[in-house]
């Protein structure tokens, strides 16, 4: 399994990003995938997921402002953010797992991409 984020950038308060999760052939139909983040000296925190039949889950921090989207055609997986704030700003990473319980605990995904970072400052 591979995976590789991409898309992150310095963005504005109140700016929009799209994050890209490229994956290898077959992964987004056999695992459940999630986008997670990570801060500094924080914890790795699960925000958004799409499990194998499209059922997409969002955290309280993000819910209303990100939106999670997979082209499983072209083997993609996406993460739609708007209305962006200081605290959005963190490490990006995707990664997945097998089956669509504890879907934001890191510790239940087996393969993770390299992460992609956002910085959101005026």
């Known amino acids: 399994v591979q995976l590789q984020a991409s898309g992150g950038g310095l963005v504005q308060p109140g700016g929009s990003l799209r994050l890209s999760c490229a994956a290898s052939?077959?992964?987004?139909?056999?695992?459940?995938i999630g986008w997670f983040r990570q801060a500094p000296g924080k914890e790795r925190e699960g925000i958004s997921c799409?499990?194998?039949?499209?059922?997409?889950h969002y955290a309280d921090s993000v819910k209303g402002r990100f939106t999670i989207s997979k082209d499983n055609a072209n083997n993609m997986v996406y993460l739609e953010m708007n209305n962006l704030k200081p605290e959005d700003t963190a490490v990006y990473y995707c990664?997945?797992?097998?089956?669509?319980?504890?879907?934001?605990?890191?510790?239940?995904?087996?393969?993770w991409g390299r992460g992609t970072l956002v910085t959101v400052s005026s």
């Open positions: 990664g997945v797992k097998y089956g669509s319980m504890r879907y934001f605990e890191a510790g239940a995904y087996l393969y």
């Open positions: 052939r077959g992964v987004l139909v056999t695992y459940t």
């Open positions: 799409s499990t194998t039949d499209g059922t997409t």
